[in-house]
Nanobody
Framework: QVQLVESGGGLVEPGGSLRLSCAVS????????IGWFRQAPGKEREAVACMSRSGGKTYDSASVKGRFTVSRDTASNTLYLQMNNLKPEDTAVYYCATARDNGCTVTMGYPAYWGQGTQVTISS
């Protein structure tokens, strides 16, 4: 059974940075595609970024391109989301999710496994 545990959230001022981690257990982090979603208060959950099995990266939210970077470390079996130049509209609960597909289109469209989420709050 795949388990995902997010960490790294917190309260930061606008313009600051955070790095979120998603510890994967039950399989290797690069077995299939894996990605990040977020859900802001009162809004629907949205896809943020994904890494395919082959290492390709996609950023589903236009608002994060150039500011967020998705990466993975096979030694620690962890997925990361480096977030720079954070804005108040980035405030959300961030979730790690995966499925049993090599690509991001299916994984981000039909995620099967979810973490519990980590809260990110951007405020001065």
């Amino acid at each position: 059974q795949v388990q995902l545990v997010e960490s790294g959230g917190g309260l930061v001022e606008p313009g600051g940075s955070l790095r979120l981690s998603c510890a994967v257990s039950g399989r290797a982090v690069d077995t299939y595609a894996i990605g990040w979603f977020r859900q802001a208060p009162g809004k629907e959950r949205e896809a943020v970024a994904c890494m395919s099995r082959s290492g390709g990266k996609t950023y589903d939210s236009a608002s994060v391109k150039g500011r967020f970077t998705v990466s993975r470390d096979t030694a620690s079996n962890t997925l990361y989301l480096q977030m720079n130049n954070l804005k108040p509209e980035d405030t959300a609960v961030y979730y790690c999710a995966t499925a049993r597909d090599n690509g991001c289109t299916v994984t981000m469209g039909y995620p099967a496994y979810w973490g519990q989420g980590t809260q990110v709050t951007i405020s001065s």
